[in-house]
């Protein structure tokens, strides 16, 4: 195949693992789609910008155990492929059955599965900001009086009134039933 071009790609694996301890993260699995229960550090499935190109959104990230220094490698996989059919299948991230993508008869004159796998792998460090050292885990989960904005505060007063323009028209309301009720 080599005067074959790649017209499809799709990613996976995608495993991120710290070099000392070993310890490892898969964002994507072999079938293109995002890990499940990793949303925190990978919020989205990989796009496909064109058939050639893909992207995946994350979140940078240490073990528990990491340390100052330590090397992080980031392990992508790829696949090119000739036929759409081999590299992906419609909407297969949203299904809840992850099964292996449905080929479609083609004419028995093509070769089938052309498809070919290679891997980049590429080492980087995770720095903390000083920032960022001195705040507790918690941190973002406190709220400041300053998150408030001025919107926020804006839609709960329109929401109060609502609810009381609610409350007055159903007390009207109830009123008229009562009178005409006693005439």
């Given at each position: 195949?080599?005067?074959?071009?790649?017209?499809?790609?799709?990613?996976?694996?995608?495993?991120?693992?710290?070099e000392k301890s070993k310890k490892h993260v898969t964002l994507v699995e072999e079938n293109g789609c995002r890990?499940?229960?990793?949303?925190?550090?990978c919020p989205f499935h990989p796009k496909q910008l064109h058939p050639l190109d893909n992207i995946l959104y994350?979140?940078?990230?240490?073990?528990?155990?990491?340390?100052?220094?330590?090397?992080?490698?980031?392990?992508?996989?790829?696949?090119?492929?000739?036929?759409?059919?081999?590299?992906?299948?419609?909407?297969?991230?949203?299904?809840?059955?992850?099964?292996?993508?449905?080929?479609?008869?083609?004419?028995?004159?093509?070769?089938?599965?052309?498809?070919?796998?290679?891997?980049?792998?590429?080492?980087?460090?995770?720095?903390?900001?000083?920032?960022?050292?001195?705040?507790?885990?918690?941190?973002p989960y406190k709220i400041n009086e300053s998150q408030y904005s001025l919107s926020s505060i804006v839609v709960?007063?329109?929401?109060?009134?609502?609810?009381?323009?609610?409350?007055?028209?159903?007390?009207?309301?109830?009123?008229?039933?009562?009178?005409?009720?006693?005439?």
């Amino acid at each position: 195949m080599s005067s074959t071009r790649w017209k499809y790609s799709r990613m996976g694996p995608v495993i991120i693992r710290n070099e000392k301890s070993k310890k490892h993260v898969t964002l994507v699995e072999e079938n293109g789609c995002r890990s499940p229960g990793i949303r925190s550090i990978c919020p989205f499935h990989p796009k496909q910008l064109h058939p050639l190109d893909n992207i995946l959104y994350f979140r940078a990230f240490l073990f528990d155990d990491s340390v100052k220094g330590d090397d992080m490698v980031l392990s992508v996989r790829m696949t090119g492929c000739l036929h759409a059919q081999d590299c992906f299948r419609n909407n297969i991230c949203e299904e809840s059955n992850f099964s292996p993508p449905h080929r479609s008869k083609r004419d028995i004159n093509e070769k089938s599965n052309e498809t070919t796998k290679w891997e980049s792998v590429l080492q980087f460090k995770v720095v903390m900001s000083p920032q960022d050292i001195t705040k507790s885990p918690l941190d973002p989960y406190k709220i400041n009086e300053s998150q408030y904005s001025l919107s926020s505060i804006v839609v709960i007063v329109l929401l109060m009134v609502l609810l009381m323009l609610i409350l007055f028209l159903t007390l009207i309301l109830s009123f008229k039933l009562y009178f005409r009720h006693l005439n």
